[in-house]
């Protein structure tokens, strides 16, 4: 018996998630580039190109790095890279072993891309409502255009609708993401700049993208899946693959306290969130409070509670946070069998 607490992946419940999202890509007819940086785990990573596919995206440059190591060959840096001193050296040694495609939103980050040496193209990423880096759909061609004068190559153009993770936001945000990228496509287009890719998706908004304008879906958190896409309702709870073990410590009136605190779960809590995680197999309870090595679970009266000793699965509120605070996740097949995962790109933050 392992020490509490520590992270567990249901590796059936993963193969079901890996499955279905591959499925719809392909009915969709897009490629599928999911984002690593929820799992961070190279085993998994060799699922999904098992599943199909394409390659990753990655967030960082030491993602890519880690990736690339474990022979991943084929990395979208889906950020708008600045691409100086260590960092630009990194970049170019890392485009050397690998196909690499870098976010771009300012002709300053384009020069120094340039200027770096790197091997890369880049792609344009486009702001389709979530108010964070980007540009205007409109002036996508401009910055390809600087793009191509400075003699990088433009794959196309990227968003990420990240305005999806809202209550009731899942089908409008995939809809603004729609037409920002028809947009920015278009655009280039009619400047006579080809524009081949057309990436985005997040996993809240996946299901309502269409056929027509996407050309790749990032999706990140499907495979594992958290409390957030829970409540969300982009995922039943009987589809989150992986959980933090966690023993009963303590015990009073309808609430119980279990070992696992913000250095496991994470302390991510958005605003429509009911609670700091949730129990899957305990639907009705709410994670009240957090600490550091203490999570609060308050039972309705008349609820059976668990008992001292009792071992809790916690479904994290943001899975990418609470997987980059563990060093190995606790891999469990279908008939017992456990492995040890490693979270190779844990930290890998720069």
Same mark, same amino acid.
């Given at each position: 018996? #392992?020490?509490? &607490?520590?992270?567990?992946? @249901?590796?059936?419940?993963?193969?079901q998630n890996?499955?279905?999202?591959?499925a719809?890509?392909?009915?969709l007819?897009?490629?599928?580039?999911?984002?690593a940086k929820?799992?961070?785990s190279?085993e998994?990573?060799?699922?999904?190109l098992a $599943?199909?596919?394409v390659g990753?995206?990655?967030?960082?440059?030491?993602?890519a790095?880690?990736f690339?190591?474990?022979g991943v060959?084929?990395l979208f840096?889906?950020y708008?890279v %600045?691409a100086?001193? &260590?960092?630009a050296?990194?970049?170019r040694?890392?485009?050397?072993?690998?196909?690499?495609r870098v976010?771009?939103?300012?002709?300053?980050? =384009?020069r120094?891309? *340039?200027?770096?040496?790197a091997?890369?193209t880049?792609?344009?990423?486009?702001?389709?409502?979530? !108010?964070?880096?980007?540009v205007?759909?409109?002036?996508?061609?401009?910055?390809?255009?600087a793009?191509?004068?400075a003699?990088?190559g =433009?794959?196309?153009v990227?968003?990420f609708?990240?305005?999806?993770y809202?209550?009731? #936001?899942?089908a409008?945000?995939?809809?603004?993401e729609?037409?920002?990228?028809r947009t920015?496509?278009?655009?280039?287009?009619?400047?006579?700049?080809?524009?081949?890719?057309?990436?985005?998706g997040s996993? &809240?908004?996946?299901?309502?993208?269409?056929?027509? +304008?996407?050309?790749e879906?990032?999706?990140?958190v499907?495979?594992?899946?958290?409390?957030?896409? %829970?409540?969300l309702?982009?995922a039943?709870?009987?589809?989150?693959?992986?959980?933090a073990?966690?023993?009963?410590?303590?015990? #009073?009136?309808?609430?119980v306290i279990?070992? !696992?605190?913000n250095?496991?779960l994470?302390a991510?809590r958005l *605003?429509f969130?009911?609670?700091?995680?949730?129990?899957?197999? $305990?639907?009705?309870?709410? +994670?009240?409070?957090l600490?550091?090595?203490h999570?609060t679970i308050?039972?309705p009266?008349?609820t @059976?509670?668990?008992?001292?000793?009792d071992r809790?699965?916690l !479904?994290p509120n943001?899975?990418c946070?609470?997987?980059?605070?563990?060093?190995?996740l =606790?891999?469990?097949?279908?008939?017992g069998?456990?492995?040890? %995962?490693?979270?190779?790109?844990r930290?890998?933050?720069?």
């Amino acid at each position: 018996m #392992r020490d509490t &607490p520590y992270l567990v992946v @249901d590796v059936e419940l993963l193969e079901q998630n890996l499955t279905d999202m591959a499925a719809h890509a392909r009915r969709l007819g897009v490629a599928l580039r999911p984002h690593a940086k929820t799992h961070k785990s190279p085993e998994i990573a060799r699922r999904q190109l098992a $599943h199909g596919a394409v390659g990753l995206t990655v967030a960082t440059v030491g993602e890519a790095e880690v990736f690339a190591a474990h022979g991943v060959d084929d990395l979208f840096i889906a950020y708008p890279v %600045w691409a100086v001193g &260590p960092r630009a050296s990194r970049l170019r040694a890392l485009a050397e072993r690998a196909r690499v495609r870098v976010g771009v939103d300012s002709v300053e980050g =384009v020069r120094l891309l *340039a200027a770096s040496g790197a091997a890369v193209t880049v792609a344009i990423e486009i702001d389709s409502g979530h !108010a964070r880096s980007g540009v205007a759909p409109a002036e996508a061609a401009g910055l390809a255009r600087a793009a191509l004068d400075a003699g990088l190559g =433009v794959d196309g153009v990227f968003t990420f609708p990240g305005h999806s993770y809202a209550p009731d #936001r899942r089908a409008a945000a995939a809809a603004d993401e729609e037409r920002a990228l028809r947009t920015a496509r278009d655009g280039m287009l009619a400047q006579g700049i080809p524009c081949p890719v057309v990436s985005g998706g997040s996993t &809240p908004s996946v299901e309502h993208a269409t056929p027509g +304008v996407l050309t790749e879906l990032r999706p990140g958190v499907y495979p594992l899946l958290d409390a957030q896409q %829970w409540e969300l309702g982009s995922a039943e709870p009987g589809r989150i693959a992986l959980t933090a073990r966690a023993t009963v410590v303590s015990a #009073r009136g309808h609430r119980v306290i279990v070992d !696992a605190g913000n250095k496991v779960l994470g302390a991510d809590r958005l *605003a429509f969130a009911t609670g700091f995680g949730r129990l899957p197999a $305990h639907p009705e309870a709410r +994670v009240v409070a957090l600490s550091e090595h203490h999570a609060t679970i308050e039972f309705p009266a008349g609820t @059976d509670l668990p008992g001292l000793g009792d071992r809790l699965s916690l !479904a994290p509120n943001h899975v990418c946070s609470a997987v980059n605070l563990a060093e190995l996740l =606790v891999a469990v097949h279908s008939e017992g069998r456990e492995e040890e %995962w490693p979270v190779a790109a844990r930290g890998a933050n720069t």
